[in-house]
């Protein structure tokens, strides 16, 4: 076998290696977090357009349809970012799933410190906070995307970002489960980042405390973007 032959087969080899350890699946879930966040702050940012009118936002939701238009066609660029997504989740879910059981099989059967338990809030936050935020993807993309359920027959417009939102968002259990969503959202991402940061080798002696912060802080200010929009339409102040 030719010296080229060798590479090319030892590359998906060790990629494969990789996969299976626990650091290569960590790794795997702070790359494909560091995309879903990306994509949470983009969107909140699209979001609270719905400030500044129907206009400006439902032009916003056309634009994301039409960037890249001529040279790529309508809504081409939507789709591979989509694609992005899907992957990103789909390993995502599937790294968390299987460090779960390694987890699971390793776990030595003793008492429990303070520390014990601390991890076990926080792996517990991830496991369910996870299912709920993955149950509320499906739930939204049926209900603001397609628009093939909380709303009245003829009610929902492909398009009308800002009248569907405020439409939606009128039937309260429906307005008051993306908050608690939004809820599970923070938590995952106040640890999550924090938990990504650390796999990817940033955290040191020195920017602990700062890096916890900022992690924090970003969680909490995706939170906050997002909730504003659901209370104000709750509210009466976007209608
Ligand atoms: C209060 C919170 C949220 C509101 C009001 C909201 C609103 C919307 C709206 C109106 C759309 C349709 C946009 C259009 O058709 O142009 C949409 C699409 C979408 N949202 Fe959200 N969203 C929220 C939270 C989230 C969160 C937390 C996630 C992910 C974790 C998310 C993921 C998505 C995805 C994947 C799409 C489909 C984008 C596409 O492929 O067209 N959303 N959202």
Sequence with gaps: MTESAVATKAAPNRLLA???SVIGKKVVMALTGAILVGFVIAHMVGNIKIFNGPVEINAYSRFLREVGYPELGYGQLLW????????????????ATQLTIMNRKARPIGYESKKDVE????????????VLLAVFIVFHLFHFTAGMVGFQPGQFE???VYQNVVAGFQVVPIALFYILAMCALCLHLDHGIW??????GWVTTDNTKSLRTISRLIAIVIFAGFISVPISVLAGWVR
């Design 18 to 20: 990789l996969w299976s």
């Design 158 to 160: 492909h398009l009308m």
């Design 119 to 130: 991890t076990t809030w926080a792996a517990l936050t991830m496991r369910w906070g996870g």
């Design 195 to 200: 938990s990504g940061l650390q796999t990817l």
């Design 80 to 95: 591979i970012v989509r694609i992005v997504l899907l992957i990103s989740v789909v390993l995502h879910i599937t790294a």
